[in-house]
């Protein structure tokens, strides 16, 4: 078994400890949060903050479990060159074929169905029950959360986050951190930076 540990010990970081706990070939150690709590809820060890990190033992994998994108990527970024980030993948996640591709640190929770020529990058997050259509990418970063649906022929740039229950309809491009937010519609591509709401969705301004 290799050794693991998960930074972020918030709800999302917790969900990963429960899923590590179905892949018997990872043994899970413990988190590593900047908060620095005496134990998650479950009384799971909390070894440090993130910094603490490189005290670990050589060979120990890392599992960034941060929705944020852009906290996840700054993480990365800062002890990427040190570490091995392991693909954690629930054994319920269907992604059969050889056309398919999973780069590196990425979290599949239980119930995602992966079809054919879909190449996610690094560090993604594919939350419960997602749902992506052929001939989709999934650039750098990207955060989908439970129950989306990205259909076919559609590219998401990096540090895209997707609401819960949100739906990408086919042959679309999000560029780079795009924000949908949760429930709604996309029916229309969209530059970089955009916030995306409503049904069909609409950009939204603060």
């Given at each position: 078994m290799k050794k693991v540990a998960i930074i972020g010990a918030g709800g999302f970081g917790r969900e990963t400890a429960w899923l590590l706990a179905q892949l018997p070939?990872?043994?899970?150690?413990?988190?590593?949060?900047?908060?620095?709590?005496?134990g998650a809820p479950e009384n799971l060890p909390i070894l440090g903050k993130v910094s603490?990190?490189?005290?670990?033992?050589?060979g120990t994998g890392l599992v960034i479990a941060i929705a944020n994108p852009q906290i996840?990527?700054?993480?990365?970024?800062?002890?990427?060159?040190?570490?091995?980030?392991?693909?954690?993948?629930?054994?319920q996640v269907v992604l059969d074929g050889p056309q398919n591709s999973v780069g590196r640190g990425n979290i599949i929770a239980a119930g995602v169905i992966i079809t054919t020529n879909v190449h996610i990058h690094d560090f993604c997050i594919i939350n419960l029950a997602c749902t992506?259509?052929?001939?989709?990418?999934?650039?750098n970063y990207c955060s989908l959360m439970p129950q989306c649906s990205v259909s076919g022929h559609v590219t998401l740039?990096?540090?895209?986050?997707?609401?819960?229950g949100a739906?990408?309809?086919?042959?679309?491009?999000?560029?780079?951190?795009?924000?949908?937010?949760?429930g709604a519609v996309v029916t229309k591509s969209c530059a970089a930076g955009k916030k995306l709401m409503g049904v069909p969705a609409k950009e939204y301004v603060d």
């Open positions: 070939q990872f043994d899970f150690v413990g988190f590593f949060d900047d908060k620095e709590k005496n603490d990190v490189h005290q670990l033992p050589g996840r990527q700054g993480i990365a970024k800062q002890i990427d060159r040190h570490f091995e980030f392991p693909n954690v993948i629930h054994p992506i259509g052929h001939d989709t990418q999934l650039s740039g990096e540090r895209c986050y997707v609401g819960a739906r990408i309809l086919q042959n679309l491009e999000m560029g780079a951190d795009t924000v949908v937010g949760a």
